[in-house]
């Protein structure tokens, strides 16, 4: 049984505080630390009215690794689990260095003032954390997260080679506002807003923001329009995935989302720099954050599934195979069960999850490690036993 110290009391933390409460026998102890102590102290209220037991809160400010090294000796826990934003990943793992504490989050570091993401600068840790007998798991939330374990399944269950992947997702759900994000605005629109990339035969090919577009037939939701992006999964899955010649991700979104996003990108309003407005400095992006509804208020007007899942080609017993690996997560079900919409829980039930696989020993490694590194098998297991639940389409090879 062991204690555990969640930064991060957002839509993702509030899901993770949930689910590790439903699993006492492996999180007897939870900690939820966060910049405003306000929305722990929420979090915590809903958890013990859900009759889920008593977790304990602080204040902290994790781009601060003195108050963070306090926080951690004064805790004692065995791991952390970072939820706040991919700003604080840095600091918040030269804190678990400096106390000896494990480490797990679900999205890769990224400099405020870049829109530009990636696994460098966590990686570079490998050996620190390699040499203190600590365990460090990046990207454990839904993608990345669990489209990486999909395609460590495909490699290890299903294939003798994985030659295609496209990673797809798709949220079909409706909360009503003409425009809002599924997640923090800010982290959401840099990625979007971003230029696509891809990969192939070994190199990285760049599109125009938004330019390559697919119509896909999802499972239980239908025909969506989705989008080429680039997403941090494909870093670590280029380097683990044998034979690989291509992968893709790509994402849907309504036609008002984009309609209302060019708009903002043409008026200025989604940049990332300082500008002077009235004596004040602000950031337009921060500040359109401030005018749009809060995510975690998105969840009891959100209706419909998301289905996020991996489309992989390749070779089994010397004959083509193609297989579609899916999860669907109904909005409304998860509003029910822990206070949040879809987005938020397929984020927060696999970040339990990877905790849990490091906690019971199921998952171990002195280092940083990405998921597809691990046997998927029990992490597998766990998705269908925690509310997550995914299906194995088998499908004409021949099919693009
Ligand atoms: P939110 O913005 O809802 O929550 C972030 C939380 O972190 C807030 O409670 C915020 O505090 C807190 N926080 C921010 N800065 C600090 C700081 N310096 N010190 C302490 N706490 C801080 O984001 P989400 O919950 O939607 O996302 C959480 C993480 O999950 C992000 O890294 C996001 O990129 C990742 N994510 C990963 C996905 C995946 O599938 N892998 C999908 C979706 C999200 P305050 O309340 O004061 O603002």
């Not at 304990?56 to 951690?72: G, H, K």
């Not at 009503?176 to 035969?201: C, D, H, L, M």
């Not at 896909?216 to 683990?240: C, F, I, N, Q, R």
């Amino acid at each position: 049984m062991a204690k555990v110290l969640l930064i991060g009391a957002g839509g993702v933390g509030r899901v993770v505080a949930h689910k590790c409460a439903q699993v006492r026998e492996v999180f007897a102890d939870i900690v939820l630390a966060s910049r405003t102590l306000g929305r722990c102290e929420q979090i915590k209220k809903e958890i013990a009215d859900k009759g889920l037991g008593d977790i304990a809160i602080r204040q902290v400010d994790a781009d601060n690794v003195p108050e963070l090294v306090t926080l951690i000796h004064e805790v004692k826990p065995q791991l952390v689990i970072n939820v706040a934003l991919p700003y604080q990943d840095l600091t918040i793992m030269e804190a678990c260095l400096e106390t000896g504490v494990h480490y797990l989050d679900t999205a890769n570091y990224e400099h405020p003032d870049t829109a530009h993401f990636e696994y460098k600068e966590q990686w570079a840790l490998h050996d620190r954390f390699q040499k203190a007998g600590l365990m460090a798991l990046l990207g454990s939330g839904f993608d990345p997260g669990v489209t990486n374990v999909f395609c460590a399944y495909a490699q290890q269950n299903l294939f003798d080679e994985i030659h295609y992947v496209d990673i797809l997702d798709c949220n079909a759900g409706d909360h009503g506002y003409p425009f809002a994000t599924n997640f923090n605005p800010e982290i959401n629109i840099r990625e979007v807003t971003a230029k696509g990339r891809y990969w192939q035969e070994g190199k990285w090919l760049e599109t125009e923001p938004l330019s390559v577009r697919i119509d896909h037939d999802y499972p239980e939701v239908g025909v969506k329009a989705s989008y080429l992006l680039y997403h941090e999964e494909m870093e670590s899955l280029v380097k683990h995935l044998k034979g690989l010649k291509r992968i893709r991700f790509f994402m849907t979104f309504g036609e008002s989302y984009l309609t209302h996003l060019r708009v903002l990108q043409n008026v200025g309003m989604t940049r990332i720099d300082e500008v002077e407005h009235d004596g004040h400095k602000i950031v337009p992006l921060q500040f359109l954050k401030t005018l749009l509804p809060d995510p975690a208020s998105l969840g009891p007007r959100t209706k419909g599934k998301t289905n996020i899942g991996c489309l992989i080609k390749g070779i089994k017993d010397g004959k083509p195979r193609q297989v579609y690996i899916y999860n669907i997560c109904d909005h409304e079900e998860c509003w029910a069960e822990v206070n949040s919409q879809a987005v938020s829980y397929t984020t927060g039930v696999p970040a339990m999850i990877g905790a849990m696989m490091m906690l019971q020993g199921k998952w171990q490694g002195k280092g940083v490690f990405n998921m597809e590194e691990f046997e998927a098998a029990p992490f597998m297991d766990a998705l269908n036993n925690h509310g997550l639940p995914w299906t194995v389409l088998e499908m004409d090879p021949a099919d693009a």
